[in-house]
């Protein structure tokens, strides 16, 4: 008679949250990557860097497709000569959302 006790993946319970822990670290790491990336880039777009600087060149086009999507929500405006690019700050709380998210969806499966 089949046991739910002995199912492979119940019965591994611990084990089952040691991956689940291990995947909440990379997705931590990558997520904290990701968020430095969009501040660098709102503070550059902040201070006015120069465009066709080399690192701003970099910056933008590792974190243009993670921006994309957020692009033309709201506009961008000046506060004393200095950007505030308001796009950068949604998708950097869009993120934190979907990390969130995330998050509690890998500690849901690692309860079971």
Do not use: C, K
């Not at 957020?70 to 405006?77: L, T, Y």
């Amino acid at each position: 008679m089949w046991n739910v006790r002995s199912h492979p993946l119940i019965a591994a319970g611990p084990r089952r949250s040691l991956v689940v822990e291990r995947i909440e670290e990379i997705l931590d790491y990558l997520f904290g990557l990701l968020y430095a990336l969009l501040l660098v880039r709102f503070a550059l777009e902040f201070f006015n860097a120069r465009p066709g600087a080399g690192f701003v060149r970099l910056i933008r086009d590792v974190t243009d497709p993670f921006y994309a999507p957020f692009q033309s929500i709201v506009a961008s405006n000046s506060i004393e000569g200095a950007r505030v690019v308001w796009p950068l700050i949604i998708a950097i709380v869009g993120y934190l959302l979907l990390h969130a998210a995330i998050r509690g969806v890998l500690r849901l499966v690692a309860r079971e």
